[in-house]
């Protein structure tokens, strides 16, 4: 079947698949260029058979690993897959270290076996540029859930993923080591907000949403608004 000629000039370049892991349902995503069938897999923090099943069948090449942060749902077999397909990683913020260090004893703690500590190749900070194929996403630092947390943004296509920064209806955690409620709330009204109402995004757990929606709907966003 062909595209008619018309649609295939807008046809979106970027495409994803949310392949839900580990016991709290982390939203690891396979993102891909559909130009080259270059992807990244972003936070395959475990289960990662899934994982590869999602890539055998989408027949995508993955070049590399992205990681929105350090917390044990999305970085736990981040090591492990990346020697796999012999990858880089990239991300998150330095500042999540002493998380990618202690992924051990996360690990334990959460009775996730595969847990290990690593340093991505390249640490990612405000202002970067991270490349999937064809795709650009720039790099916010969003601290507060983390202090290293970053959300990977593609302007072209008014969408991108934002870890446990924001989520449909709530807004991260900041009771664990190193967060900030005041931080996380100064993240999502100073990086995530101005990227305008149209602006979609995948959530490191649940239902995606936009800007708009949350700006509706979002009792933590209404409360910056206020
Ligand atoms: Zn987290
Ligand atoms: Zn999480």
């Excluded at 939203?27 to 099943?53: F, K, S």
């Excluded at 900041?174 to 101005?194: F, Q, V």
């Excluded at 649940?206 to 709907?217: F, L, Q, V």
Aim: aromatic share 6%.
């Amino acid at each position: 079947m062909t595209a008619p000629e018309t649609a295939a000039a807008t046809e979106p370049k970027a495409r994803a698949v949310l392949i839900p892991v580990t016991m709290f349902s982390q939203n690891c995503t396979l993102l891909w260029c559909a130009e080259t069938l270059h992807a990244a897999v972003v936070d395959p923090g475990g289960d990662l058979q899934l994982i590869r099943d999602a890539i055998a069948k989408t027949g995508v090449t993955v070049t590399k690993i992205l990681i929105t942060h350090g917390h044990i749902d999305h970085a736990a077999e981040a090591l492990s897959l990346a020697e796999e397909l012999g990858v880089p990683i990239e991300g998150p913020h330095r500042a999540d270290q002493f998380l990618l260090d202690s992924l051990p004893v996360a690990g334990l703690k959460y009775g996730i076996m595969g847990a290990r500590a690593f340093e991505p190749q390249r640490w990612l900070e405000e202002g970067d540029r991270v490349e999937v194929g064809q795709l650009h996403f720039d790099v916010l630092h969003c601290p507060g859930h983390s202090p290293g947390s970053v959300a990977f943004i593609n302007k072209d296509e008014g969408f991108g993923l934002v870890g446990d920064v924001l989520f449909r209806g709530s807004v991260g955690r900041s009771d664990l080591e190193g967060g900030s409620h005041e931080t996380l709330m100064a993240s999502i009204r100073d990086k995530l907000l101005p990227l305008g109402d149209d602006f979609s995004f995948i959530c490191g757990h649940g239902p995606t949403s936009t800007i708009g929606h949350e700006k509706m709907t979002n009792p933590y966003v209404a409360e910056i608004l206020r």
